[in-house]
């Protein structure tokens, strides 16, 4: 199988200024690692503020001006540099954004679809991804004002499919839709992966990426805390505590809270950003901690759910 996306040790950080000319480094990613195979769906997990879009700007290299971006991305075994991702981005790499509004609102659907193209070849490929997509021939003469929100977010993913990536990233790509709806829309990032792309969902509704997920990467503070496979979940195979925490936050699993908030970007400290909620933790938690293999998953934790430590 081959390996689409690795991350390894991505940290980003923004500068800011302080009080007139005084700056100071805001870091909002650490140490994030993650890998995305071919024929996989990867789904991101966390609250606002983890860090989730952030990684999608960084792999797509559409971070703004004041930022530093240290560590590794590799795509397709090969560093992804600003340059090469340029290159790719829309055509091999594509984003299956948040908004709607991404789509412009003085062109028919159609002609964004072919991006400018008019042949015969080109009217026929759109026709045929919007049908796949359940859309009718009429939509091509749409302006984006006249779709529904669920018509217009399969308008994004026919954009994307369009152009047979091998890498799809898609930045909560269900807001505002009822389960079935949202249900619908994943299914077709899993029949993209079925076809050999690498689909990275990014998301904080746990339980919908688990009905479309292969694997789970959760992110708490910027950082990995937890790699594991969707089936992990219902068979209680979790390592991290606030993996833990964010099942049983689930209605399915007793809606159970957990006391406290994530920290804010500059705020976690030293060690661990989830020891000061955390049921499990010790002093050696205020240590730099690494994620390690365990479990046929990966964890960031010294005092991991159903083990003594590692």
């Known amino acids: ?142 302006y984006p004002f006249e779709l529904s929100g669920g018509m217009a977010r399969r308008v994004l993913i026919a954009a994307a499919a369009m152009q047979s990536p091998r890498l799809l990233i898609a930045d909560e790509p269900t807001p505002g839709l009822d389960a079935r709806a949202a249900g619908r829309i994943l299914g077709h990032f899993r029949e993209l992966a079925q076809e050999g792309a690498g689909v990275l969902l990014i998301t904080h509704d746990l339980a919908l990426a688990l009905t479309v997920a292969h694997q789970v990467a959760v992110f708490y503070a910027g950082e990995t805390v937890e790699v594991a496979s969707a089936a992990d979940f219902p068979a209680g195979r979790l390592r991290h505590p606030y993996t833990r925490a964010l099942w049983n936050a689930l209605p399915q699993n007793g809606f159970t809270p957990m006391p406290g908030a994530q920290p804010g970007p500059g705020e976690e400290g030293t060690g661990c950003p989830f020891a000061p909620r955390c049921p499990r933790r010790g002093p050696e938690c205020a240590e730099e901690i690494p994620l390690r293999p365990l479990a046929g998953g990966l964890v960031r934790c010294l005092r991991p759910e159903g083990g003594d430590g590692l």
């Open 1 to 142: 199988m081959e390996t689409i996306l690795q991350v390894r040790d991505l940290s980003i950080s923004f500068t800011q200024y302080d009080r007139g000319t005084r700056r100071r480094e805001l870091p909002v990613i650490r140490r994030l690692s993650l890998t995305v195979e071919a024929g996989q769906v990867v789904a991101v997990v966390g609250s606002s503020g983890s860090g989730k879009s952030l990684l999608a700007h960084g792999i797509l290299g559409i971070l703004p001006y004041n930022s530093r971006m240290e560590g590794e991305i590799r795509y397709r075994g090969q560093p992804l540099t600003p340059r090469r991702a340029e290159k790719l981005r829309g055509r091999e790499i594509v984003l299956v954004p948040q908004g709607v509004t991404y789509l412009d609102p003085l062109m028919q659907v159609g002609p964004q679809l072919r991006m400018g193209r008019r042949d015969a070849r080109a009217r026929g490929e759109s026709r045929r991804v919007l049908e796949r997509y359940g859309l009718g021939p009429e939509t091509e003469r749409r």
